[in-house]
């Protein structure tokens, strides 16, 4: 997984690569046994909104796992 993230942030306000969930979902589900492209990914924030993914994010998870469904 870290391997995949940004070595620097990407996001406006400096937040480090690697503290939102997607990492550590990637991560489980890959411990699990699934192959990140068979996941389709929707970003909500705490209330279950759907939201853009981070730049940090944009960098990495096109690509590393299936159709991203928010931006």
Aim: proline share 11%; hydrophobic share 30%.
């Amino acid at each position: 997984m870290t391997d995949a993230m940004p070595a620097e942030s990407q996001h406006p306000t400096g937040r480090p690569p690697g503290v939102c969930g997607e990492p550590r979902m990637f991560t489980n589900a890959i411990k699990d046994g699934a192959d990140p492209k068979n996941i389709d990914l929707v970003t909500v924030n705490p209330k279950g909104k759907k939201f853009k993914m981070c730049a940090n994010c944009q960098t990495w998870v096109p690509g590393f796992g299936g159709e991203v469904l928010t931006g």
